[in-house]
């Protein structure tokens, strides 16, 4: 089983749609969450990190589930702007970030 | 503040032949990664540095990847003899250890990446 895993897509959803993706890990002890977004052909970029008690900036909004060991990534009324690859990343050990295989998202008109 | 610097963007090379890319971190992160980015897949972690000691290289192919740090700050990731396989983007990463901290809410600490090297091996 990978370390973290994700649904690589692509998800093709309308301007002002309401998407979610989910990221699962496999280390119970998995310490810290994050969900990077990436432009094609550009480098990762923090989005947000992900909280035990879930955080929300803006239209984004993570939680965390423990008990079943995944972190979600809403998106509420999405624009063109948000089409990119989400990155679900887990520190496993102490500062040692590892990477899901990233969730395509493509909004359109 | 000036972010992570990489070199060359992009390179092009036969198989067999060798590479190496630099990556200069931010000013005062001690911690600094190298990731390897095969089109459609997440970053995979090749080797992670802090300051110039390693930390982690045991998904780095040894037979034909060498990456140092020699004084703690810039650090040089090469590949000799290539293989086609090795076609990606190599990602260099840098971060204030450490990146966890138990209870903490604050993101300060984060992993910031530079723009990457394009390898293609013919």
């Known amino acids: 089983r990978k370390e973290v895993e994700q649904d690589p897509g692509p998800f093709n959803v309308p301007e002002g749609a309401t998407v979610a993706f989910n990221c699962t890990y496999s280390?119970?002890?998995?310490?810290?969450f994050f969900w990077y977004r990436q432009d094609c052909r550009k480098e990762p970029k923090l989005l947000m990190s992900?909280?035990?008690s879930g955080n929300e900036d803006g239209r984004f909004t993570a939680q965390l589930n423990r008990a079943s060991q995944y972190i979600s990534l809403l998106i509420r009324d999405s624009k063109l702007s948000d089409s990119a690859t989400y990155l679900c990343a887990v520190i496993f050990n102490t500062d040692k970030l590892i990477f899901g295989t990233g969730t395509r998202l493509q909004v359109f008109p | 503040e000036a972010g992570v610097a990489q070199s060359p963007r992009y390179k092009i090379i036969e198989k067999r032949q060798s590479v190496a890319f630099w990556c200069n971190p931010i000013s005062g992160h001690a911690t600094l990664y190298w990731y390897q980015q095969i089109l459609g897949q997440g970053p995979k972690l090749l080797i992670q540095?802090?300051?110039?000691?390693?930390?982690?290289d045991s998904q780095l192919p040894k037979d034909r990847f060498s990456a140092e740090r020699l004084k703690g700050v810039d650090s040089t990731l090469k590949i000799q003899p290539a293989k086609l396989e090795d076609s990606a983007v190599y990602l260099c990463?840098?971060?204030?250890?450490?990146?966890?901290?138990?209870?903490?809410?604050?993101?300060?600490?984060?992993?910031?990446f530079g723009a990457g090297s394009r390898l293609t091996v013919l």
């Open positions: 540095f802090q300051n110039n000691g390693v930390v982690d």
């Open positions: 990463a840098s971060s204030s250890p450490p990146l966890f901290f138990p209870g903490r809410l604050s993101g300060a600490n984060v992993l910031t």
């Open positions: 280390n119970s002890a998995s310490q810290s």
């Open positions: 992900v909280y035990s």
